[in-house]
């Protein structure tokens, strides 16, 4: 572990989340078409709905404070006067969606992100859920999801959407340290925290999962050793771990701080391992890049047996060809492409009004980007990727020549086929990851466009 030190100082470097690929700032947005689009999102649904059924995933922006380090498209007011005007645009555009399909959506997962879906009032999102299901076919295998703050989070709210079928809840807690809170502007206390965890149970919610980062301004080792013993004994069942994405020339609030306020790169670093080693002595188990799950839970189950996947929102146990993004900012997949909606609530408000998809921008994929879509997903979810014979292709001969030094760091092993991640490579997934990145590396970026890896 003596080289460790030195390898997160090396690849400390700007790097991709990999949630897709290509990557949203190599789109090929001239090529895009709306119409290549919606053919794309006719193919996936027709190869895949009656078998697998299909993703929604609705973003709702709103929220009612701005938590300065959140990288969230998002709109904060206190008006709840936005929320009815907003589900109408909502279903709107998702009825348009089931226009171009040629059979009954079979839904397979559902996902409220945000922004703060409990922003929204209990019979908002009641109408909100009544809407969308409408004339569907809930999948036997159905797992419905949504984030939730903590601080006004409500027992109407649980119930409301566990009626719907959602068994899944996410809060986001980030940290308890009050200093960090202050200063990110999130804050929860620990009995709201245990209130909501408490009360989702009592109701009958499944799987409870935590959203913890690292990296945010002003925390510290002791800190984040007392958020971690306080959440070790709520017991989540799944533990989100990730690193604070610190690009304030994209997200305008996290000026709110500097530079000077965010642990230095060791620090940083240090409070990874730290945390990574506490939920590891809790009894939580790694999975992928930043997610913990308990033994028996499905997401760890998923990853035993080769069938984790990986979309916008992160890991998932389970993977449908077609992810239909629904309200302002969000993205669509349909495997042979992207599309994401416009970015602003009154160009959503305006397009779902005037009966025109709200998209702004799209790719659709190559032959190429569809293998090199593949193997890093496999670098992502299963810790390994075989390229076989098309090791001869000019992005797997580049992506291999890339692979030598990160190979003599110890951080993958290459073979005649392909690679796989060591134990000490999974703290540098996005590095691997960008060994295959062929645009990337094509079109080499003269500004900063991501975060920093470690």
Not at 31 to 53: H, P, Q, R
Not at 383 to 410: K, M, N, S, T, V
Request: include cysteine; charged fraction near 20%.
């Amino acid at each position: 572990m003596d080289q460790y030190p030195y390898l997160v100082a090396k690849y400390n470097i700007p790097s991709p989340r990999y949630t897709s690929y290509p990557t949203m700032p190599y789109w090929d947005v001239q090529s895009y078409t709306e119409a290549g689009w919606i053919e794309t999102v006719k193919l996936a649904f027709d190869e895949s709905n009656a078998a697998s059924g299909i993703s929604l995933y609705v973003h709702l922006p709103f929220c009612e404070n701005l938590c300065t380090y959140c990288g969230c498209n998002t709109r904060v007011t206190k008006n709840h006067g936005v929320e009815e005007p907003y589900i109408n645009a909502v279903l709107q555009e998702w009825a348009m969606y089931k226009a171009v399909l040629n059979a009954q959506p079979l839904i397979r997962e559902i996902h409220l992100g945000g922004g703060t879906p409990t922003f929204f009032s209990p019979e908002n999102l009641d109408k909100l859920l009544g809407g969308l299901l409408k004339g569907t076919i809930r999948h036997e295998e159905a797992e419905f999801s949504f984030e939730a703050h903590p601080a006004n989070t409500r027992t109407d709210h649980l119930q409301i959407l566990y009626n719907h079928g959602f068994r899944r809840l996410s809060l986001g807690i980030q940290d308890f340290d009050p200093k960090v809170q202050f200063i990110i502007n999130r804050h929860q206390t620990v009995e709201q925290v245990f209130t909501v965890t408490q009360e989702a149970r009592r109701i009958g919610y499944t799987s409870i999962n935590y959203d913890l980062i690292y990296g945010l301004p002003l925390q510290t080792v002791d800190g984040l050793t007392d958020t971690m013993n306080i959440v070790a004994g709520l017991k989540p069942d799944r533990i989100a771990f990730y690193s604070y994405a610190h690009v304030p020339w994209i997200k305008p609030g996290q000026r709110r701080f500097t530079e000077a306020d965010l642990p230095a790169p060791e620090l940083k670093s240090k409070l990874h391992d730290i945390g990574r080693s506490l939920l590891t002595h809790f009894g939580y188990q790694e999975i992928g890049m930043d997610h913990f799950a308990l033994p028996g839970d499905e997401l760890l189950v998923a990853a035993r047996e080769g069938a984790l996947h990986r979309n916008f929102m992160g890991y998932t146990h389970q993977h449908t060809q077609l992810l239909i993004g629904l309200g302002v900012s969000s993205i669509s997949d349909s495997w042979h492409g992207f599309a994401q909606n416009v970015k602003t609530v009154e160009e959503y408000l305006s397009k779902t009004a005037a009966g025109e998809f709200p998209l702004l921008k799209g790719h659709l994929l190559s032959e190429e980007d569809l293998l090199l879509r593949q193997l890093i997903l496999d670098i992502m979810c299963k810790g390994e990727a075989r390229w076989g014979a098309l090791e001869e292709l000019p992005a797997i001969r580049h992506a291999q020549e890339r692979l030598r030094g990160l190979a003599e760091d110890g951080l993958v092993k290459l073979t005649p086929d392909g690679l796989r991640v060591t134990s000490l490579g999974n703290r540098f997934l996005r590095n691997i990851c960008m060994c295959m990145d062929a645009k990337l590396w094509a079109a080499q970026p003269t500004t900063q466009l991501f975060s920093m890896a470690v």
